[in-house]
C-alpha cells in the first residue's frame, strides 16, 4: 500500500521556523516528483511547493518564495519543506502528495495532513 506520512506541524510564532517532513512508502520515490500543499480553516486547499523527481526542479506559490524550501532525499524516502520567516496567513494543514506526471499535477497520492500555526 501506498503511504504518504507528514510530521513536523506545530505552533510557532510569526518569523518562527519549521521543517516538515514527509516519509514515503509503498512506492519507489524517485519514480515520483512531489509537492506540498495546505489548507486553511474555510479556504480551498492550495499548491505551496513541487520538486522534480531528482531534485534538480522547483516550483513556489508566490505567496512563500524566498521562504520556503522543498527539498527531497530520495535514499530516505522523505521529502522535507523548510519553512522560514513563517506568516500568520501559513497557517493551515500541510499535505505533502506524489506525482507520476508533472509538477504540476495530476497529484493522486496523498498524506493525511500535518497542522502548523502561526500565532502569537
Known amino acids: 500500500q501506498v503511504h504518504l506520512v507528514e510530521s513536523g506541524g506545530g505552533l510557532v510564532q510569526p518569523g518562527g521556523s519549521l521543517r516538515l517532513s514527509c516519509v514515503v512508502s509503498?512506492?519507489?520515490?524517485?519514480?515520483?516528483?512531489m509537492g506540498w500543499f495546505r489548507q486553511a480553516p474555510g479556504k480551498e486547499r492550495e499548491f505551496v511547493a513541487a520538486?522534480?523527481?531528482?531534485?534538480?526542479?522547483?516550483y513556489y506559490a508566490d505567496s512563500v518564495k524566498g521562504r520556503f524550501t522543498i527539498s527531497r532525499d530520495n535514499a530516505k524516502n522523505t521529502v522535507y519543506l523548510q519553512m522560514n520567516s513563517l506568516k500568520l496567513e501559513d497557517t493551515a494543514v500541510y499535505y505533502c502528495?506524489?506525482?507520476?506526471?508533472?509538477?504540476?499535477?495530476?497529484?493522486?497520492?496523498w498524506g493525511q495532513g500535518t497542522q502548523v500555526t502561526v500565532s502569537s
Open positions: 502528495a506524489a506525482t507520476v506526471v508533472s509538477l504540476f499535477g495530476p497529484y493522486d497520492v
Open positions: 520538486i522534480s523527481r531528482s531534485g534538480g526542479n522547483t
Open positions: 509503498g512506492f519507489t520515490l524517485d519514480d515520483y516528483a
